[in-house]
């Protein structure tokens, strides 16, 4: 583990070096290294399991600290906005997904999933690319949050019935359990935050470190809850997060956590490289360049179309949709369960996982180089 952690954060020092002396986004610079030294490349490390699970915790912190700064009357209303845009955009990705693919020659089911998995848009590239000040305080910034928090939900929902696929028998329960447990995790989270968790925080407000841990456990205590219940551990952490933003100390939390995130989510970007089957792109490099044209290209435009219909002004339509032009993190959790319930196969995962770190890739470019942005390599653009 010392030797795994030793070679993932000096060489992605290195290559961060390399690449903001270049002016290229840091992201690119961990997933490379991920494909450098991962079991597909000089196999410097063979087996990234524990450090795939390790860097999932990056994305609960993330979500967690993006609940902290949602109240939830605000929650309610920018979910409302969202929900047509959301499922729509989801609904057109999957119907196109499944039709580009189908004339590429995959089965029926490899068309269904790899269209599934276009629906999806990244929350780690929208949210760590959008500037801190926009997402707390701007439209634009509450119209993003409430389309990625809307497609989580249908992510999980995806990845329930892929699940209950791969059994034997398909539990009708397994559906319905999220949908009657969420209001309960919801009510009970906002209960033991008033009665148990603000108490302790008011009290023993002087020691910071106490804080610092009260809010950890609470965020994968709620997350745990939430697998329990059939949801995810993601959605547990934000609604944990949601919990606790009428606190006055939220802020405060949230800007001690943030380190904590990004140590989980260069883990979370060099994993996605060292997991990428390089000897399988030989065979799927036209399918690999049709699906990635068509999420640069086409999520943006669609995006832009749906959003203009709402009234919003087309600067901002096209903003949002360059932001959410790639697919997500999601994706590439279902195509591994997919593919362990025997439901997808090779070529049709490593062409999702491909076309992800492709997405990534670009998509990270575009926004670095032509939007506002923490990590803008131009003084023009950085806002943070």
Not at 80 to 86: C, E, I, P, T, Y
Not at 366 to 384: E, G, K, M, T, Y
């Amino acid at each position: 583990m010392f030797f795994s952690f030793f070679l993932i954060f000096t060489g992605a020092a290195v290559l961060a070096t390399v690449a903001l002396y270049t002016r290229q986004p840091l992201l690119i610079a961990y997933i490379l290294l991920g494909i450098l030294v991962g079991p597909f490349g000089f196999a410097v490390l063979e087996d990234t399991d524990l450090l795939s699970d390790i860097a999932e915790i990056g994305i609960i912190f993330l979500l967690f600290l993006l609940g902290l700064d949602m109240q939830i009357s605000n929650l309610i209303t920018t979910l409302r906005k969202s929900l047509l845009v959301g499922i729509t955009s989801c609904v057109s990705f999957a119907i196109v997904g499944f039709g580009i693919t189908q004339l590429l020659q995959f089965s029926i089911l490899d068309s269904a999933i790899i269209g599934l998995c276009l629906m999806f848009s990244s929350t780690i590239i929208g949210i760590k690319l959008l500037p801190t000040t926009v997402l707390h305080h701007r439209h634009s910034g509450e119209l993003m949050v409430g389309i990625l928090l809307i497609q989580d939900f249908i992510a999980i929902l995806v990845l329930l019935a892929i699940e209950s696929l791969g059994k034997d028998t398909v539990n009708t329960w397994t559906f319905i359990q999220p949908l009657l447990l969420l209001p309960v995790l919801i009510f009970a989270t906002l209960a033991a935050v008033k009665y148990v968790i603000l108490p302790l925080l008011s009290k023993f407000d002087r020691f910071h470190e106490y804080i610092f841990l009260l809010t950890i456990g609470w965020c994968l205590g709620v997350g745990e809850l939430a697998k329990l219940m059939g949801l995810s551990h993601e959605i547990g952490a934000f609604i944990a997060g949601v919990s606790l933003a009428s606190s006055p100390i939220s802020q405060f939390i949230a800007l001690n956590l943030k380190p904590l995130r990004d140590f989980f989510l260069i883990l979370f970007f060099f994993t996605l490289g060292a997991q990428l089957n390089v000897g399988v792109l030989s065979t799927i490099i036209l399918p690999l360049v049709v699906l990635t044209a068509i999420v640069l290209l086409g999520k943006p435009v669609v995006f832009r179309f749906l959003l203009h219909r709402m009234s919003e002004s087309n600067h901002l339509a096209w903003d949002i949709g360059y932001r959410l032009g790639q697919i997500s993190e999601f994706s590439l959790l279902v195509t591994f369960i997919a593919q362990s319930s025997g439901l997808l196969s090779e070529r049709a995962s490593v062409l999702v996982q491909s076309t992800a770190i492709a997405t990534f890739a670009i998509s990270s470019y575009i926004i670095v180089f032509n939007f506002q942005n923490p990590i803008a390599v131009s003084d023009r653009l950085r806002r943070d």
